[in-house]
């Protein structure tokens, strides 16, 4: 696939391995006596729960889940309406969703209210991406990959439009994105 021009590289593949690596190790260590539930928020962050995953040398449970939401594609507001296809059993688990971004930070907090529900034993957060300039509510990020700047990205999982998921490292859109 060529890359549009308006593709600016802001991680490098070998970056995003390299910090996965080290989060793996965090977990390792820090779920060494645990079996967690990993909870991969779909789709985006797909590619980054595989690579992650496949370096855990714990016990583990994988499951994904879909949001459904309403608003614009470029960014999201408080409007999230449900969770699809959560399978597991929560209760009395030691549960970590895997992100791909946190912007305003409504998903994420959406996500905990709900599986906190569920009574689980612990609750944790680990994302591969989190765009401070953005935050509209204060969220706590257990485990984070970067920290990036205000720019819309795509890539390792992340789309413009439905696209550019596919690509290994991470780029931004080097265009304005209109306010809502
Ligand atoms: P939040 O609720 O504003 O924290 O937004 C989280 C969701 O918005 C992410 O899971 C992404 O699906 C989407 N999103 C936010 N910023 C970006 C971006 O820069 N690129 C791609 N998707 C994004
Ligand atoms: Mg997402």
Redesign the pocket.
């Known amino acids: 696939m060529k890359i549009p021009e308006d593709l600016k590289i802001l991680i490098k593949k070998e970056q995003i391995q390299e910090k996965i690596t080290e989060l793996a190790s965090l977990l390792n260590k820090d779920y060494k006596e645990k079996a967690p539930v990993l909870i991969c928020?779909l789709k985006?962050a797909f590619m980054f729960a595989a690579d992650l995953i496949r370096q855990l040398k714990i016990t583990i449970e994988v499951d994904f889940i879909k949001l459904s939401s309403y608003g614009s594609n470029a960014?999201?507001n408080g409007d999230i309406k449900k969770i699809h296809g959560l399978n597991s059993e929560l209760e009395g688990k030691d549960v970590l969703i895997i992100?791909?971004?946190?912007?305003?930070?409504?998903?994420?907090t959406f996500l905990l209210k709900e599986l906190t529900e569920e009574n689980p034993n612990s609750i944790r957060v680990c994302s591969l991406t989190s765009?401070p300039a953005?935050r509209e509510v204060e969220v706590k990020i257990d485990y984070l990959g970067f920290k990036i700047p205000n720019?819309?990205?795509?890539g390792y999982g992340?789309?413009?439009n439905e696209k550019f998921r596919n690509l290994a490292d991470i780029y931004y859109l080097d265009i304005e994105i209109p306010e809502e």
Do not use: A, N, P, Y
């Open positions: 928020v985006g960014t999201s992100e791909d971004i946190v912007d305003t930070g409504h998903t994420i765009k953005r720019r819309f990205i795509v992340l789309d413009f």
